[in-house]
Every structure is written in C-alpha cells, then in structure tokens.
C-alpha cells in the first residue's frame, strides 16, 4: 500500500512516497489501549469513531494520515469512510494544530458586540488569518460561529474553554500569554487551559479530573432561572397530554409582562447599563478607559 501525500508521523519526510504507514509499536499498543476502551462504550464499533478522532488528534495534534489508517483498522471501516467524517467536522483538524486553537465568535450576537474587530486585531497582531497557525506552533487562529455562550458576547474560547467579554485588548492579551509560555484563566470552567492535544485526550472521553473546576454556569446564564423562580414561573406539564400543557399554559405568565414581543433596545435589555457600543469598548468601563 503506497501513500504519497501529506506529513507523516513515523520519521518519513512529509512529501515522500513511503510504504504502510503507521504507528510505532509502542504509539500503536498505547493507542489500541485507549481504543478499546472507546469501542466498549458502544453498541457497534463504528460508532466510536468520534471520539477515536478526538484520540488520534491527541497523539498527532491533527487527524494525521497514519490516525485515519489506525482508525479504520480498529473499527472496521475504510480510509475513505473515517476520512468522510474527519472532513465534515471543523473540530478535526487536517493539518498539525497549534498548541492552543483560539476561537473568536464572529457570529451576528458576539459580531455586534465586537468580535469582528477582535479577530481583525488578533489576526493582524498574529500575522496569521483563519484556521492558520503561528509559526512558533503555538497558535490557531479561528474564526468560530457561536461558542454557545451569546449571553457573555463577544467570546473568545482557547481550546473550547471560555473567555468572556472579551476586548480586542484582552483576546491579544490571551494570545501574548500563550505564546509567552504562561498560562490562562478561563472566566468560567478549568483554572487553566490545557494544550490542543491534552483536551483532545478528554474530548476522546479520558477524564482529566478537572471537569468540576471552576464556575460552570454565570450569572448572566441564570438570569432567566431566578426570575423564574421569584414570578413562581413553572414549565408546562411534560405528560404529553393536551389537558395538562394547556393548563400549564395558561399559568405561566407572559415573561415579557404586558409586552408582546421581547424588549430589543439597549436600554431594555441592559438595565445596568454595563454593556457600551459594539467595537474596542465593549463594556462601559473599559470603554471610559
Ligand atoms: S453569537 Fe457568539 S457565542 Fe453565540
């Protein structure tokens, strides 16, 4: 079997043509480990292929050619098959990774708030654009459509770790960090963030202990659940009968009071008048800085 096309992980040089590739026997045995315990946790071993990329991109730092080839031998498939779904995802990566994949939400909520003009700063500071990588190694840079944490915009994430509210200042503040050696501190979750290949062990489903650290939920995210609590708001009824969603229904006020429609100016929705205009101040404070 010839293989003529991208790095290899085995001491080829990238470009050559080489025979079988593959794993060393120790990578190999230690992988097969970690594979077995994946496999065992589903029904049909090529439902584990998910996390088995996850796997092979911590041992790589990308979906390498030798991690599609591992994949497919131990769940039955084919190169083509692992290589169809490692290309659908954009969390595995088809070339070796940074040590830290930055992600900067651009989507309509944190772009309103500034995430463009964060990731037009950090790309400029970085010299680098879009699912590049700086070349000390350290850095990939993207450009991410919602981090699922709207209610902190604009968000930034290392290595899918939060880093709210964030500033052109500070998201390159985070990068200089990183680059310097020196760890970061998430706003919620982890203390601290670990590498591309650390977290894509975890992803593979290896606990690293840590997943109790830290604030999971903020306040902003449960600003909807203490109001609830203090209107006495219940959901409706979950029996699934007709009687009982409409009397829920008819219990649970209008959470926007006497409004018909959510309130949407600024002033509505930021009572507190911490958040400024969209761009290099995203907050009030750091605005009047
Ligand atoms: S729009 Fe940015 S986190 Fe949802």
Known sequence: MTIDAGPATNGTPAGAPRQRPGYDAETAARLAADAAQIVARYPHPRSALLPMLHLVQSEDGYVSRDGILFCAEQLGLTAAEVSAVATFYTQYKRHP????????????????????????????????????????GKITLEQVECNAACDYAPVVVVNWEFFDNQTPTSAIEIVDELRAGRPVSPTRGAATVGTFKE??????????GRSDEGVAAGPATLVGLGLAREQGWRA??????????????????????????????????????KRGPAGEGATAEEGKQ
Do not use: K, W
């Not at 909520?109 to 037009?120: K, Q, R, S, W």
């Not at 977290?199 to 690293?208: K, N």
């Not at 009397?247 to 649970?252: D, L, P, R």
């Not at 309130?263 to 929705?269: E, F, N, R």
């Open 199 to 208: 977290i894509s062990h975890v992803l593979a489903g290896f606990e690293d």
């Open 97 to 136: 990774n940074g040590e830290y994949t930055v992600g900067v939400c651009t989507n309509a909520l944190c772009a309103v708030m500034g995430g463009d003009t964060i990731f037009e700063r950090v790309s400029e500071h970085l010299g680098i654009g879009h699912d590049e990588t700086t070349e000390d």
């Open 236 to 273: 409706p009824a979950m029996d699934g009968t007709q009687d009982g969603e409409a009397e829920a229904a008819s219990t649970v006020p209008n959470p926007y009071g006497s409004a018909e429609r959510p309130p949407t100016t600024p002033d509505d929705t930021d009572p507190a008048g």
